[in-house]
């Protein structure tokens, strides 16, 4: 498939995609998911949304009850979208970087950004000045829009000619002083389906970002399978969640998906754990988007608030213990939809729902999706054994000027570094990523059921399992747990906690090391950094 002729005037962005030898397969399977050439995501979600569904429906809402109507979200994106291109010369294909907590006015500057023809790039309001810096110069940011209250990290980074204009303050250069003075319609530039929209960088959760380069019509691809798929969304469901927009798994469920549906969302600038189920409650949330960490985390308060509201809840971001699972049904009567996505394929590509859930497992391919478990020569592995998830469907990997692009694509699949099993059924089932597969005394240890064997324990409220370099075993398990408040961090504890492992495992699979922590390492978007457990030193042996 040959890319069509471009609209941007800055081809930085298409300048920069891997070479087509190296991109993976795509699937356009189903009739909905082939686009017309010229496409404009933002004008998609926005202006047919408006067609569709009409102009007085709510579309965001903030913590404080503030409602914005799709009408009035539509007259502010066009508005912001005229001082984008009038006031501050941004031209199709520069690169914009967003920054900001999630509010209202954050997804606005999305829209705004996309219906202009440039490219976003989407960063975490926790991003510090070294990792913004790096950012930048690998995507050649020119332009920054940027919350008033978080330009000093964005200054710190002193980013060569780039330009920082701030929103929600008072000055006379803030970009929503500079919107308010232009009208409040835009046509938005006619972009080509396959012109970069998003450069989304990589939670880090191993180290150096990776910059995901996606197309226009790969946001509404996105939109078109799972959540068409499998979320099944309805336009008076209201969704929330705790992923910031600067994460894509947070752009989809929070902006993307309720758009596409003609639904609404709220946008808690706070949205962990504590703050979820009391805005769930009091404002009647219907579709929830959270880690299996958080999930965990709120089965201790969910008595306490109504839930009743709720009809969806989504998991993802890393993998759902059956355990987990089960405590949520039992508490609420509401059946996790479990799925795992990636940045490089921007949301979720394997799932399942309702009476399809199969607990302890991932699910089945997403319609529009295909799905293998491959051996490291790429050949498919038989149902029941161990191999790598290789994934591929209307999305694919294109990593903005990396020789890792070899790495995730090959054979032309998206190679997802997660090692799985196929059922003979067709789900499939999480065993761990490829690189915390524990290879000790000859012994093949997944260290995420070494995990779900932990959190089992009524006293554990995160654990964190990794491999330690070994003279006699080559690698042994070692354990990191959070325990509940006032528990002594022992070695009675800690042994305690290994004879109950010991009774649900392998002995070879039990930890020989338990470290108590405060806190386990995870980015801003609550992935688990087990590299950083890897690095630090060996914690008192119990």
Same mark, same amino acid.
């Given at each position: 498939m040959e890319l069509t002729p471009s609209a941007h005037l800055d081809t930085f962005a298409r300048d920069h995609l891997p070479p087509r030898e190296q991109w993976p397969g795509l699937v356009f399977d189903l009739p909905?998911?082939?686009?017309?050439?010229?496409?404009?995501?933002?004008?998609?979600?926005?202006?047919?949304?408006?067609?569709?569904?009409?102009a007085d429906r709510p579309v965001f809402r903030d913590g404080a009850g503030r409602v914005w109507t799709y009408g009035e979200l539509r007259g502010r994106v066009d508005r912001i979208a005229h001082?984008?291109?009038?006031?501050?010369?941004?031209?199709?294909?520069?690169?914009?970087?967003?920054?900001?907590?999630?509010?209202?006015?954050?997804?606005?500057?999305?829209?705004?950004?996309?219906?202009?023809?440039?490219?976003?790039?989407?960063?975490l309001a926790q991003a510090r000045a070294r990792e913004l810096a790096v950012m930048c110069e690998m995507a050649r940011v020119g332009h920054a829009v940027c919350d008033v209250r978080t330009v000093d990290d964005l200054v710190k980074a002193e980013v060569p000619g780039l330009r920082?204009?701030?929103?929600?303050?008072?000055g006379p250069d803030d970009l929503l002083h500079l919107a308010a003075r232009h009208p409040g319609t835009y046509e938005a530039v006619g972009t080509a389906a396959d012109d970069v929209a998003l450069i989304a960088f990589t939670s880090g959760t191993t180290g150096r970002p990776k910059g995901c380069m996606h197309f226009h019509r790969d946001v509404l691809a996105v939109a078109d399978t799972f959540s068409a798929h499998v979320l099944r969304p309805e336009p008076d469901d209201l969704f929330a969640g705790s992923p910031p927009l600067g994460f894509t798994f947070g752009l989809?469920?929070?902006?993307?998906?309720?758009?596409?549906?003609?639904?609404?969302?709220?946008?808690?600038?706070?949205?962990?754990?504590?703050?979820?189920?009391?805005?769930?409650?009091?404002?009647?949330?219907?579709?929830?988007?959270?880690?299996?960490?958080?999930?965990?985390?709120?089965?201790?308060?969910?008595?306490?608030?109504?839930?009743?509201?709720?009809?969806?809840?989504?998991?993802?971001?890393?993998?759902?213990?059956?355990?987990?699972?089960?405590?949520?049904?039992?508490?609420?009567?509401?059946?996790?939809?479990?799925?795992?996505?990636?940045?490089?394929?921007?949301?979720?590509?394997?799932?399942?729902?309702?009476?399809?859930?199969?607990?302890?497992?991932?699910?089945?391919?997403?319609?529009?999706?295909? $799905?293998? #478990? @491959?051996? =490291?020569?790429? *050949?498919?592995?038989?149902?029941?054994?161990?191999?790598?998830?290789?994934? /591929?469907?209307?999305?694919?990997?294109?990593?903005?000027?990396?020789?890792?692009?070899?790495e995730y694509v090959r054979h032309g699949w998206n190679i997802t570094g997660d090692t799985y099993v196929r059922e003979p059924d067709g789900y499939l089932r999480y065993v761990a990523r490829a690189d915390d597969m524990i290879i000790s005394a000859g012994y093949n240890i997944a260290g995420p059921q070494v995990e779900e064997a932990l959190?089992?324990?009524?006293?554990?409220?995160? $654990?964190? #399992? @990794?491999? =330690?370099?070994? *003279?006699?075993?080559?690698?042994?398990?070692?354990?990191?747990?959070?325990? /509940?408040?006032?528990?002594?961090?022992?070695?009675?504890?800690?042994?305690?906690?290994?004879?109950?492992?010991?009774?649900?495992?392998?002995?070879?699979?039990?930890?020989?090391?338990?470290?108590?922590?405060?806190?386990?390492?995870?980015?801003?978007?609550?992935?688990?950094?087990?590299?950083?457990?890897?690095?630090?030193?060996?914690?008192?042996?119990?």
């Open positions: 909905e998911l082939r686009y017309p050439d010229r496409l404009n995501c933002g004008a998609e979600l926005l202006d047919r949304t408006v067609e569709r569904f009409g001082a984008l291109t009038r006031d501050l010369g941004v031209v199709p294909g520069n690169r914009v970087l967003l920054r900001g907590p999630t509010t209202p006015w954050l997804a606005a500057c999305w829209l705004a950004v996309m219906k202009a023809g440039a490219v976003a790039v989407t960063v920082i204009t701030a929103y929600g303050g008072d989809g469920g929070l902006v993307i998906f309720p758009m596409r549906a003609g639904a609404s969302a709220l946008l808690l600038e706070q949205a962990g754990p504590k703050q979820l189920l009391p805005a769930v409650a009091e404002h009647r949330v219907t579709v929830l988007f959270t880690a299996p960490t958080a999930y965990r985390v709120m089965l201790d308060e969910v008595d306490a608030h109504d839930t009743g509201s709720l009809r969806r809840c989504v998991s993802a971001g890393e993998n759902l213990p059956a355990a987990t699972w089960r405590a949520w049904y039992e508490r609420t009567g509401l059946r996790l939809i479990n799925g795992i996505g990636a940045t490089e394929l921007l949301h979720i590509f394997v799932s399942a729902a309702d009476d399809a859930i199969r607990p302890g497992t991932t699910g089945v391919p997403v319609p529009g999706w295909h $799905a293998r #478990v @491959v051996d =490291a020569s790429g *050949e498919p592995v038989p149902d029941g054994q161990e191999g790598l998830l290789a994934v /591929r469907g209307p999305v694919g990997c294109r990593y903005l000027a990396d020789p890792r692009q070899t959190l089992a324990h009524p006293d554990v409220v995160e $654990a964190a #399992v @990794v491999g =330690a370099p070994d *003279e006699v075993r080559g690698h042994i398990v070692v354990a990191y747990a959070v325990l /509940r408040d006032g528990l002594p961090r022992d070695d009675s504890t800690a042994e305690a906690l290994r004879t109950f492992v010991k009774d649900r495992l392998a002995p070879y699979k039990c930890p020989r090391r338990i470290v108590f922590l405060d806190a386990l390492p995870r980015t801003a978007t609550g992935k688990l950094q087990r590299f950083r457990l890897r690095q630090d030193e060996p914690g008192t042996r119990p």
